[in-house]
């Protein structure tokens, strides 16, 4: 488990103190796919730094398997690290290493035999898909693939965690697909916990347990992922999970709602029923569903008409369904 204690942040530079995070506290739990969410500049980065204190807090705890990192002396905190993997955007490899030179790298600092090492990065290519390119050199190698060595090289001191910074930013969306299925199966397979930083809606959709969303330093909200993307409270998250709030709002008359789909069956005419039972039009302004084996997940704003009894015909009828949603100003 990871405990994030009271963290704070900042950098001292010539132009001032400069605040990156501040108020930070945190539960990762063991075995689960926790994201961290934010805008650019929101501290998600630095946060993520400071669980391995490659940034070290200016203040605060980071306690890894009841271990406060920050009080450990050098040589402990170095061994700590052993469990703690981490995967970058950039994918950091050694370019004048071969693939397997790569994944050998960490074991031979870690003072392993030669033909250990050997061994040991050979069985995790072979789990990343990579076993047929250990001689190649990452310049011979497509971005989906540098990940995939990134991955393999993060999990050869066969870590507890694994922290990945933005490591889908600077994939396709194919690659970024196949980590992510990659990373999901890493987690069930290995009973890797993993910590994902991002930018992006759609990462922690696919693969995220729960969520922390950061705003301007500070966690703005946690909570597991479908009770966030079905019903925001922060400002940001609805900025993050409804980014067509501003095209929404610039649309005069009537009043509008958000429906939300978590699980319904996606074969459900949820629309179509509202309008011959209550024999009111709606003008459905925004759509994003998903269908994930047979269930609805996702959203859907419509407009009502100008008059109240007719609106409130159909906010009673979602009441009655038991059909979630949530009224826009």
């Not at 990762?28 to 391995?52: P, Q």
């Not at 989906?144 to 507890?160: E, F, S, Y």
Request: proline residues 3%; aromatic residues 4%.
């Amino acid at each position: 488990m990871i405990e994030i204690r009271n963290l704070e942040k900042s950098f001292h530079t010539a132009s001032g103190t400069i605040v990156a995070l501040k108020n930070i506290d945190l539960t990762i739990n063991d075995g689960e796919i926790f994201g961290i969410i934010g805008l650019s500049g929101a501290g998600k980065s630095t946060l993520v730094r400071c669980i391995n204190l490659l940034e070290k807090p200016t203040a605060g705890e980071v306690i890894v398997d009841g271990q406060d990192l920050m009080t450990l002396p050098k040589r402990a905190l170095l061994k700590m690290r052993r469990s703690i993997g981490m995967i970058f955007q950039g994918f950091n490899l050694l370019e004048q290493r071969t693939v397997l030179g790569n994944v050998c790298y960490p074991l031979e600092i870690d003072g392993w035999k030669r033909a250990d090492a050997k061994e040991r990065a050979v069985e995790l290519l072979e789990l990343v898909g990579l076993a047929d390119r250990q001689k190649a050199y990452p310049s011979q190698l497509s971005g989906g693939q540098k990940q995939r060595v990134a991955i393999a090289r993060a999990l050869a001191t066969n870590p507890r965690y694994l922290l990945c910074d933005e490591a889908t930013s600077a994939l396709d969306p194919n690659n970024t697909a196949q980590i992510l299925e990659l990373l999901k199966r890493i987690n069930r397979e290995l009973g890797v916990t993993i910590v994902i930083i991002t930018h992006e809606m759609k990462v922690i959709d696919k693969i995220c347990d729960r969520v922390a969303v950061i705003d301007k330093s500070e966690i703005a909200e946690v909570g597991d992922v479908a009770e966030i993307f079905t019903a925001p409270k922060s400002e940001i998250a609805k900025e993050l999970i409804f980014p067509d709030s501003l095209a929404v709002k610039s649309v005069t008359g009537g009043k509008k709602l958000r429906i939300v789909f978590n699980g319904e069956a996606s074969t459900l005419p949820v629309i179509s029923n509202l309008v011959l039972e209550c024999q009111v039009p709606v003008n459905i302004l925004f759509a994003d569903t998903k269908d994930f084996d047979g269930r609805a997940y996702g959203q859907m704003i419509i407009q009502l008409p100008d008059d109240d009894r007719k609106a409130e015909r159909v906010i009673a009828y979602l009441n009655n369904k038991k059909i979630s949603y949530l009224r826009e100003e």
